[in-house]
Protein backbone atom coordinates (compact mmCIF):
# COMPACT_ATOMS: atom_id res chain seq x y z
CA UNK A 1 0.00 0.00 0.00
CA UNK A 2 1.51 3.38 -0.98
CA UNK A 3 1.34 6.55 0.97
CA UNK A 4 -0.74 8.03 -2.25
CA UNK A 5 -2.60 5.09 -3.94
CA UNK A 6 -5.87 4.01 -3.63
CA UNK A 7 -5.89 2.27 -0.73
CA UNK A 8 -4.45 5.15 1.28
CA UNK A 9 -7.27 7.24 0.01
CA UNK A 10 -10.03 4.47 0.49
CA UNK A 11 -8.90 4.11 4.13
CA UNK A 12 -8.79 7.81 4.56
CA UNK A 13 -12.72 7.71 3.55
CA UNK A 14 -13.47 5.89 6.13
CA UNK A 15 -12.39 8.04 9.01
CA UNK A 16 -14.23 10.99 10.02
CA UNK A 17 -11.65 12.68 12.22
CA UNK A 18 -9.09 15.11 10.26
CA UNK A 19 -6.32 13.64 12.57
CA UNK A 20 -7.10 10.24 12.21
CA UNK A 21 -6.94 10.72 8.14
CA UNK A 22 -3.09 10.48 6.39
CA UNK A 23 -0.72 13.72 5.90
CA UNK A 24 -1.83 13.56 1.99
CA UNK A 25 -5.63 13.12 2.83
CA UNK A 26 -5.40 16.71 5.14
CA UNK A 27 -3.21 18.49 2.24
CA UNK A 28 -5.93 17.61 0.10
CA UNK A 29 -8.57 19.98 1.65
CA UNK A 30 -5.96 22.98 2.54
CA UNK A 31 -7.55 24.84 -0.34
CA UNK A 32 -11.29 24.21 0.25
CA UNK A 33 -10.46 24.76 3.76
CA UNK A 34 -9.28 28.25 2.89
CA UNK A 35 -11.70 28.71 0.33
CA UNK A 36 -14.69 28.85 3.25
CA UNK A 37 -17.76 30.44 0.81
CA UNK A 38 -18.70 28.02 -2.28
CA UNK A 39 -21.58 28.82 -4.31
CA UNK A 40 -24.21 25.99 -4.80
CA UNK A 41 -26.37 25.81 -8.08
CA UNK A 42 -29.44 23.53 -7.73
CA UNK A 43 -30.79 24.01 -11.49
CA UNK A 44 -33.10 21.95 -13.89
CA UNK A 45 -36.17 22.65 -15.84
CA UNK A 46 -38.42 22.25 -12.45
CA UNK A 47 -37.76 25.96 -12.44
CA UNK A 48 -40.34 26.30 -15.41
CA UNK A 49 -42.58 25.38 -13.04
CA UNK A 50 -41.17 27.06 -10.14
CA UNK A 51 -41.61 23.95 -8.23
CA UNK A 52 -38.85 22.30 -6.07
CA UNK A 53 -36.18 20.25 -7.96
CA UNK A 54 -37.28 16.75 -8.06
CA UNK A 55 -39.09 16.86 -4.71
CA UNK A 56 -42.25 18.51 -6.80
CA UNK A 57 -42.04 15.04 -9.02
CA UNK A 58 -41.95 12.70 -5.63
CA UNK A 59 -45.43 13.17 -4.69
CA UNK A 60 -46.79 13.55 -8.19
CA UNK A 61 -49.42 11.15 -9.25
CA UNK A 62 -52.19 13.55 -8.59
CA UNK A 63 -53.81 17.13 -10.24
CA UNK A 64 -51.72 19.06 -7.71
CA UNK A 65 -53.79 19.13 -4.73
CA UNK A 66 -53.53 15.63 -3.24
CA UNK A 67 -50.55 13.77 -1.48
CA UNK A 68 -50.35 10.62 -3.65
CA UNK A 69 -46.64 9.06 -4.17
CA UNK A 70 -44.64 8.43 -7.13
CA UNK A 71 -44.96 4.90 -7.16
CA UNK A 72 -40.98 5.00 -8.42
CA UNK A 73 -39.37 2.33 -6.40
CA UNK A 74 -36.17 2.81 -3.83
CA UNK A 75 -33.22 1.70 -3.92
CA UNK A 76 -33.17 -0.82 -1.55
CA UNK A 77 -36.41 -2.38 0.51
CA UNK A 78 -35.24 -1.08 4.00
CA UNK A 79 -34.57 2.21 2.43
CA UNK A 80 -37.19 5.07 2.97
CA UNK A 81 -36.59 6.74 0.36
CA UNK A 82 -40.18 7.94 -0.18
CA UNK A 83 -40.78 9.86 3.34
CA UNK A 84 -43.41 11.99 4.82
CA UNK A 85 -44.88 15.27 2.80
CA UNK A 86 -43.12 18.21 4.10
CA UNK A 87 -44.35 21.77 3.80
CA UNK A 88 -41.13 22.61 1.23
CA UNK A 89 -42.15 19.89 -1.32
CA UNK A 90 -45.35 21.67 -1.83
CA UNK A 91 -47.32 21.74 -4.46
CA UNK A 92 -46.99 18.50 -6.10
CA UNK A 93 -46.26 19.22 -9.74
CA UNK A 94 -48.89 16.46 -12.09
CA UNK A 95 -46.89 14.23 -13.91
CA UNK A 96 -47.93 15.40 -17.45
CA UNK A 97 -46.26 18.84 -16.37
CA UNK A 98 -43.03 17.89 -14.52
CA UNK A 99 -42.41 15.21 -17.09
CA UNK A 100 -42.81 17.70 -19.95
CA UNK A 101 -40.54 20.84 -18.05
CA UNK A 102 -37.74 19.40 -20.57
CA UNK A 103 -39.74 20.56 -23.56
CA UNK A 104 -40.51 24.17 -22.48
CA UNK A 105 -36.45 24.60 -21.05
CA UNK A 106 -35.19 27.56 -22.81
CA UNK A 107 -32.71 29.38 -20.49
CA UNK A 108 -32.21 31.91 -23.58
CA UNK A 109 -30.49 34.55 -21.02
CA UNK A 110 -28.31 32.43 -19.57
CA UNK A 111 -24.10 33.63 -19.56
CA UNK A 112 -21.78 31.01 -17.42
CA UNK A 113 -19.24 33.89 -17.67
CA UNK A 114 -21.96 36.58 -15.86
CA UNK A 115 -23.14 33.64 -13.77
CA UNK A 116 -19.74 32.78 -12.52
CA UNK A 117 -18.35 36.36 -12.17
CA UNK A 118 -21.57 36.91 -9.75
CA UNK A 119 -20.05 34.19 -7.43
CA UNK A 120 -16.49 35.71 -7.55
CA UNK A 121 -17.44 38.94 -6.81
CA UNK A 122 -19.11 37.55 -3.96
CA UNK A 123 -15.93 35.92 -2.57
CA UNK A 124 -16.43 32.17 -3.36
CA UNK A 125 -13.83 30.05 -3.76
CA UNK A 126 -15.62 27.42 -5.60
CA UNK A 127 -18.70 27.07 -7.20
CA UNK A 128 -21.09 23.44 -7.50
CA UNK A 129 -23.21 22.86 -9.87
CA UNK A 130 -25.99 20.50 -9.80
CA UNK A 131 -25.18 18.03 -12.75
CA UNK A 132 -28.25 15.87 -12.26
CA UNK A 133 -30.79 15.54 -9.60
CA UNK A 134 -32.96 12.98 -7.86
CA UNK A 135 -35.26 13.43 -11.13
CA UNK A 136 -32.74 12.08 -12.95
CA UNK A 137 -32.12 14.95 -15.71
CA UNK A 138 -28.72 15.48 -16.70
CA UNK A 139 -27.57 19.22 -17.60
CA UNK A 140 -24.63 18.29 -19.70
CA UNK A 141 -24.25 15.91 -23.14
CA UNK A 142 -24.20 12.66 -21.93
CA UNK A 143 -24.22 9.52 -24.02
CA UNK A 144 -25.71 7.36 -21.18
CA UNK A 145 -29.51 8.63 -21.69
CA UNK A 146 -31.49 10.79 -24.12
CA UNK A 147 -33.01 12.43 -21.15
CA UNK A 148 -30.62 15.58 -20.30
CA UNK A 149 -30.51 19.24 -21.97
CA UNK A 150 -29.43 18.66 -25.34
CA UNK A 151 -32.87 17.37 -25.82
CA UNK A 152 -34.64 20.76 -25.08
CA UNK A 153 -35.36 23.57 -26.49
CA UNK A 154 -31.74 25.15 -25.52
CA UNK A 155 -29.67 22.24 -26.80
CA UNK A 156 -26.48 23.56 -24.99
CA UNK A 157 -24.43 21.61 -22.28
CA UNK A 158 -25.07 23.95 -19.53
CA UNK A 159 -22.19 21.80 -17.54
CA UNK A 160 -19.56 22.60 -20.00
CA UNK A 161 -20.14 25.91 -20.32
CA UNK A 162 -20.20 26.75 -16.30
CA UNK A 163 -16.91 24.34 -15.73
CA UNK A 164 -15.07 26.36 -18.49
CA UNK A 165 -16.15 29.77 -16.99
CA UNK A 166 -15.07 28.82 -13.93
CA UNK A 167 -11.74 27.98 -15.24
CA UNK A 168 -11.51 31.50 -16.97
CA UNK A 169 -12.66 32.74 -13.94
CA UNK A 170 -9.91 31.02 -11.62
CA UNK A 171 -12.40 29.78 -9.12
CA UNK A 172 -12.40 26.05 -8.55
CA UNK A 173 -15.14 23.40 -10.23
CA UNK A 174 -17.37 21.25 -8.44
CA UNK A 175 -20.11 19.04 -9.30
CA UNK A 176 -23.38 17.63 -7.74
CA UNK A 177 -24.27 14.46 -8.64
CA UNK A 178 -27.19 12.42 -6.88
CA UNK A 179 -27.08 8.78 -7.08
CA UNK A 180 -30.89 8.27 -6.88
CA UNK A 181 -32.54 8.73 -9.94
CA UNK A 182 -36.24 8.52 -10.00
CA UNK A 183 -36.53 8.41 -13.85
CA UNK A 184 -34.04 5.68 -14.92
CA UNK A 185 -35.47 2.49 -15.39
CA UNK A 186 -33.05 -0.10 -13.52
CA UNK A 187 -33.14 2.48 -10.46
CA UNK A 188 -34.25 -0.05 -7.95
CA UNK A 189 -33.09 -3.26 -5.82
CA UNK A 190 -33.83 -5.28 -8.56
CA UNK A 191 -31.48 -4.16 -10.99
CA UNK A 192 -29.19 -2.30 -9.26
CA UNK A 193 -26.09 -3.61 -10.71
CA UNK A 194 -26.96 -2.48 -13.94
CA UNK A 195 -28.31 1.18 -12.52
CA UNK A 196 -24.74 1.45 -10.81
CA UNK A 197 -22.80 0.66 -14.45
CA UNK A 198 -24.89 4.02 -15.63
CA UNK A 199 -24.22 5.90 -12.29
CA UNK A 200 -20.19 4.95 -12.96
CA UNK A 201 -20.18 5.41 -16.42
CA UNK A 202 -21.91 9.24 -16.15
CA UNK A 203 -19.45 10.37 -13.42
CA UNK A 204 -16.52 9.09 -15.05
CA UNK A 205 -17.86 11.04 -18.53
CA UNK A 206 -18.02 14.01 -16.27
CA UNK A 207 -14.42 13.56 -14.33
CA UNK A 208 -12.92 13.15 -18.01
CA UNK A 209 -14.60 15.38 -19.77
CA UNK A 210 -13.75 18.39 -17.37
CA UNK A 211 -10.30 18.13 -15.79
CA UNK A 212 -10.41 21.39 -13.22
CA UNK A 213 -13.41 19.50 -11.47
CA UNK A 214 -12.18 19.82 -7.43
CA UNK A 215 -15.37 18.88 -5.98
CA UNK A 216 -17.66 16.06 -5.98
CA UNK A 217 -21.05 16.71 -3.85
CA UNK A 218 -23.35 13.03 -3.68
CA UNK A 219 -26.57 13.05 -2.01
CA UNK A 220 -28.09 10.56 -0.20
CA UNK A 221 -28.58 10.00 3.33
CA UNK A 222 -26.29 8.01 5.93
CA UNK A 223 -29.15 5.07 5.80
CA UNK A 224 -27.98 4.20 2.21
CA UNK A 225 -24.61 2.29 2.42
CA UNK A 226 -21.67 2.57 0.43
CA UNK A 227 -22.14 -0.83 -0.66
CA UNK A 228 -25.06 -0.03 -2.47
CA UNK A 229 -23.93 2.11 -5.07
CA UNK A 230 -20.69 0.08 -5.28
CA UNK A 231 -18.83 2.22 -3.12
CA UNK A 232 -15.55 1.53 -3.03
CA UNK A 233 -15.38 0.63 -6.80
CA UNK A 234 -16.75 4.04 -7.64
CA UNK A 235 -14.18 5.90 -5.35
CA UNK A 236 -11.39 3.76 -6.95
CA UNK A 237 -12.42 4.85 -10.17
CA UNK A 238 -12.78 8.84 -8.97
CA UNK A 239 -8.83 8.48 -7.27
CA UNK A 240 -7.99 7.16 -10.69
CA UNK A 241 -9.17 10.18 -12.88
CA UNK A 242 -8.70 13.10 -10.05
CA UNK A 243 -6.53 11.69 -7.07
CA UNK A 244 -6.59 15.25 -5.72
CA UNK A 245 -10.28 15.21 -5.50
CA UNK A 246 -12.61 16.26 -2.96
CA UNK A 247 -14.92 14.25 -1.59
CA UNK A 248 -18.22 15.00 0.64
CA UNK A 249 -19.84 12.05 3.39
CA UNK A 250 -23.56 11.35 1.46
CA UNK A 251 -21.84 8.12 -0.30
CA UNK A 252 -21.83 5.84 2.79
CA UNK A 253 -18.94 6.44 4.05
CA UNK A 254 -17.64 9.85 5.84
CA UNK A 255 -15.40 10.69 3.06
CA UNK A 256 -13.23 14.33 3.43
CA UNK A 257 -16.32 16.54 5.12
CA UNK A 258 -19.86 16.52 6.53
CA UNK A 259 -22.31 18.30 5.43
CA UNK A 260 -25.21 19.96 7.57
CA UNK A 261 -27.81 20.93 5.57
CA UNK A 262 -29.95 24.19 6.51
CA UNK A 263 -28.14 24.74 9.82
CA UNK A 264 -24.95 26.18 10.56
CA UNK A 265 -22.59 23.39 11.68
CA UNK A 266 -21.53 22.43 15.15
CA UNK A 267 -18.09 23.97 16.38
CA UNK A 268 -15.89 21.00 15.42
CA UNK A 269 -11.93 21.24 15.23
CA UNK A 270 -11.50 17.66 14.43
CA UNK A 271 -14.20 17.29 11.70
CA UNK A 272 -14.25 19.24 8.39
CA UNK A 273 -17.80 20.77 7.42
CA UNK A 274 -19.50 22.90 5.13
CA UNK A 275 -23.20 24.05 5.93
CA UNK A 276 -25.38 23.93 3.03
CA UNK A 277 -27.73 26.69 3.05
CA UNK A 278 -30.69 28.65 0.96
CA UNK A 279 -31.50 31.91 0.32
CA UNK A 280 -35.55 31.28 0.53
CA UNK A 281 -35.68 27.89 2.07
CA UNK A 282 -35.82 26.09 -1.35
CA UNK A 283 -33.52 25.07 -3.45
CA UNK A 284 -34.26 25.90 -6.90
CA UNK A 285 -36.29 28.96 -7.94
CA UNK A 286 -39.88 29.14 -6.70
CA UNK A 287 -41.14 32.53 -7.56
CA UNK A 288 -40.61 36.07 -6.63
CA UNK A 289 -43.18 35.87 -4.41
CA UNK A 290 -40.71 33.38 -1.96
CA UNK A 291 -39.13 36.13 0.26
CA UNK A 292 -35.04 35.91 0.52
CA UNK A 293 -33.24 36.38 3.78
CA UNK A 294 -31.81 39.76 4.13
CA UNK A 295 -28.45 40.11 3.47
CA UNK A 296 -27.20 40.46 7.29
CA UNK A 297 -28.43 37.12 7.62
CA UNK A 298 -26.22 35.65 4.56
CA UNK A 299 -22.98 37.45 6.16
CA UNK A 300 -24.17 36.23 9.68
CA UNK A 301 -23.75 32.34 7.95
CA UNK A 302 -20.59 32.61 7.04
CA UNK A 303 -19.05 34.11 9.63
CA UNK A 304 -20.27 31.36 12.05
CA UNK A 305 -19.36 28.60 9.69
CA UNK A 306 -16.14 29.99 9.32
CA UNK A 307 -15.87 30.49 13.32
CA UNK A 308 -16.90 26.73 13.46
CA UNK A 309 -14.20 25.57 11.44
CA UNK A 310 -16.60 25.30 8.67
CA UNK A 311 -17.77 26.45 5.12
CA UNK A 312 -20.55 27.92 3.80
CA UNK A 313 -22.19 26.71 0.51
CA UNK A 314 -24.80 29.02 -0.06
CA UNK A 315 -27.41 28.28 -3.03
CA UNK A 316 -28.66 30.09 -5.73
CA UNK A 317 -31.75 28.73 -7.80
CA UNK A 318 -31.21 30.40 -11.14
CA UNK A 319 -34.71 31.93 -12.96
CA UNK A 320 -36.07 30.17 -15.95
CA UNK A 321 -34.32 32.74 -18.20
CA UNK A 322 -30.55 31.06 -16.73
CA UNK A 323 -30.29 34.42 -14.68
CA UNK A 324 -29.38 34.87 -10.83
CA UNK A 325 -32.56 35.78 -8.70
CA UNK A 326 -32.03 40.09 -8.79
CA UNK A 327 -32.12 39.66 -5.20
CA UNK A 328 -29.85 36.53 -4.70
CA UNK A 329 -27.50 38.75 -6.81
CA UNK A 330 -27.32 42.16 -4.26
CA UNK A 331 -26.65 39.75 -1.45
CA UNK A 332 -23.87 37.83 -3.12
CA UNK A 333 -22.36 41.63 -4.32
CA UNK A 334 -22.75 43.28 -0.54
CA UNK A 335 -20.91 39.81 0.71
CA UNK A 336 -18.57 40.62 -1.60
CA UNK A 337 -18.06 44.04 -0.71
CA UNK A 338 -17.66 42.93 2.71
CA UNK A 339 -15.10 40.09 2.35
CA UNK A 340 -13.00 43.08 0.09
CA UNK A 341 -12.94 44.93 3.51
CA UNK A 342 -12.74 41.95 5.99
CA UNK A 343 -11.66 39.09 4.24
CA UNK A 344 -8.93 38.77 6.29
CA UNK A 345 -10.44 37.77 9.41
CA UNK A 346 -12.05 34.99 6.93
CA UNK A 347 -10.28 33.61 3.96
CA UNK A 348 -7.40 31.21 5.04
CA UNK A 349 -8.60 30.89 8.63
CA UNK A 350 -9.44 28.13 11.05
CA UNK A 351 -11.94 28.45 13.72
CA UNK A 352 -11.33 29.40 17.36
CA UNK A 353 -9.30 29.49 19.59
CA UNK A 354 -12.39 30.33 21.74
CA UNK A 355 -15.55 28.67 21.05
CA UNK A 356 -18.77 30.23 19.69
CA UNK A 357 -20.84 31.97 21.98
CA UNK A 358 -23.91 34.11 22.59
CA UNK A 359 -21.34 37.12 21.62
CA UNK A 360 -20.06 35.88 18.10
CA UNK A 361 -17.52 33.37 17.28
CA UNK A 362 -13.45 33.62 16.66
CA UNK A 363 -11.19 32.62 13.84
CA UNK A 364 -7.59 32.56 13.84
CA UNK A 365 -4.47 32.14 11.51
CA UNK A 366 -1.39 31.65 13.50
CA UNK A 367 -0.91 34.12 16.09
CA UNK A 368 -3.72 36.33 14.41
CA UNK A 369 -7.09 35.89 16.40
CA UNK A 370 -10.30 37.67 15.01
CA UNK A 371 -12.84 38.04 16.99
CA UNK A 372 -16.56 38.50 15.77
CA UNK A 373 -18.62 40.14 18.06
CA UNK A 374 -22.35 39.82 16.38
CA UNK A 375 -24.05 40.63 19.86
CA UNK A 376 -22.81 42.82 22.67
CA UNK A 377 -23.94 41.35 26.13
CA UNK A 378 -24.88 43.25 28.95
CA UNK A 379 -22.07 45.70 30.24
CA UNK A 380 -20.93 45.55 26.42
CA UNK A 381 -18.08 43.26 27.61
CA UNK A 382 -17.13 39.67 26.29
CA UNK A 383 -15.89 37.48 28.37
CA UNK A 384 -13.84 34.78 26.85
CA UNK A 385 -12.08 31.75 28.62
CA UNK A 386 -8.31 32.46 29.60
CA UNK A 387 -5.70 31.12 27.28
CA UNK A 388 -2.20 32.88 25.84
CA UNK A 389 -1.53 36.83 26.76
CA UNK A 390 -2.60 39.28 24.68
CA UNK A 391 0.29 41.28 22.93
CA UNK A 392 -1.98 44.23 21.19
CA UNK A 393 -5.53 44.86 20.21
CA UNK A 394 -7.40 46.90 17.87
CA UNK A 395 -10.88 46.68 15.86
CA UNK A 396 -10.00 45.78 12.37
CA UNK A 397 -11.94 48.93 10.54
CA UNK A 398 -10.44 51.59 13.02
CA UNK A 399 -10.56 52.36 16.37
CA UNK A 400 -9.33 50.54 19.71
CA UNK A 401 -10.00 47.17 21.69
CA UNK A 402 -9.89 47.66 25.35
CA UNK A 403 -8.55 44.29 27.00
CA UNK A 404 -7.79 42.59 29.88
CA UNK A 405 -6.85 39.51 31.54
CA UNK A 406 -8.68 38.18 34.61
CA UNK A 407 -8.94 35.08 36.85
CA UNK A 408 -12.69 34.91 35.24
CA UNK A 409 -10.73 35.03 31.68
CA UNK A 410 -10.07 37.60 28.98
CA UNK A 411 -12.75 40.80 28.89
CA UNK A 412 -12.79 42.48 25.79
CA UNK A 413 -15.13 45.82 24.93
CA UNK A 414 -14.85 48.45 22.38
CA UNK A 415 -16.50 51.98 22.58
CA UNK A 416 -19.93 52.32 20.70
CA UNK A 417 -18.29 54.20 18.36
CA UNK A 418 -15.77 51.89 16.74
CA UNK A 419 -18.21 49.25 16.69
CA UNK A 420 -20.03 48.13 13.45
CA UNK A 421 -23.21 46.20 12.17
CA UNK A 422 -23.68 43.54 12.21
CA UNK A 423 -20.07 42.62 12.73
CA UNK A 424 -17.53 44.04 14.88
CA UNK A 425 -14.25 42.32 14.32
CA UNK A 426 -11.71 42.49 17.31
CA UNK A 427 -8.13 41.49 15.99
CA UNK A 428 -6.06 40.32 18.90
CA UNK A 429 -2.14 39.23 18.45
CA UNK A 430 -1.19 36.70 20.58
CA UNK A 431 2.10 36.00 22.59
CA UNK A 432 3.66 34.39 25.44
Given at each position: ?????????????QKPGRADKSEASRRRLDWWRDA???????????????????????????????????????????IPEHRVWFDWFRPAVPREVYDN??????????????????AKRAGAGYLVMVTKHHDGFCMW????????????????????????????????????????????????????????????????????????????????????????????????????????????????????????????????????????????????????????????????????????????????????????????????????????????????????????????????????????????????????????????????????????????????????????????????????
Amino acid sequence: MTPDGFDQFWADAQKPGRADKSEASRRRLDWWRDAKLGIFVHWNPSSVAAGEISWSKQFYGDTGEDHRDNPRPSAGPDIPEHRVWFDWFRPAVPREVYDNLPRSFFPGMFDADAFVATAKRAGAGYLVMVTKHHDGFCMWDTRFTDFNVMNTPFRRDIVAEMAAACERAGIRFGIYYSQRDWHHPDYGPERMAAYNEYMHNQVEELLLRHRNISVVFFDTEHYYPSKLWDGERLFRMIHRLRPEIVINDRCGVPADFGTPEQSIGAWDPGRDWESCMTFTGFWSWRGFQAPVIPFEECLLRLVRCAGGNGNLLMNVGPLPTGQVDPREADRLERLGAWLARNGESIFGTRGGPYPPGDYGVSTQRGDTVYLHVLRWPEGDVVLLPPGRRVASARVLSGGRAAVSATAAGLRVSVAPADRTEPDTIVVLELGG
